[in-house]
């Protein structure tokens, strides 16, 4: 027999040894329509914030890259949900600078010149909003 033949007779049982100890449910997989499976994932984290990664992606358009931009994150707020909502900026508004401030702190931000709050009631901001959407306010300082 041949070193190419043993090569391919090996590869064979190998495969054969891998394929055969997997459950047949794994297999269903391979014919299962798995758009079903994507909307479920893509809409999973949205299940904690409704609206806000729409409001996050108009904040992407609205600001240019290289900008910083204040996420406001009132006081009252826990731990667990103010670091989702920033780990969620962050990731949306890749090329720009995100920081965390909290609304005790805002009078430190002096350099920041976009303040993004959601939700929370814009009118408690002395700045200039640009952008409603979806319960949430963007604002400019100029």
């Known amino acids: 027999m041949s070193r190419d033949a043993k090569i391919a007779i090996s590869a064979l049982l190998l495969a054969a040894l891998f394929f055969g100890t997997l459950k047949p449910e794994f297999y269903l997989i391979l014919g299962m329509d798995r758009s079903i499976l994507r ?4 809409s999973g984290p949205d ?3 409704p609206g806000y990664d729409d409001f996050l992606a108009q904040v992407a358009e609205a600001i240019p890259r290289g900008e910083v931009v204040a996420l406001l994150t009132p006081d009252r707020l ?3 949900t103010a670091d989702y909502r920033f780990y969620r900026a962050s990731y949306f508004l890749a090329g720009r600078s ?16 976009y303040f993004a709050l959601w939700p929370g009631d814009p009118s408690v901001l002395p700045f200039n909003p640009i952008l409603h959407q979806g319960g949430g306010t963007l604002f400019e300082r100029r």
């Open 47 to 49: 299940s904690r914030a």
């Open 78 to 80: 826990d731990g667990e």
């Open 39 to 42: 909307e479920s994932i893509e």
């Open 98 to 113: 995100v920081k965390r401030v909290y609304a005790r702190e805002l009078s430190s931000a002096k350099d920041i010149r």
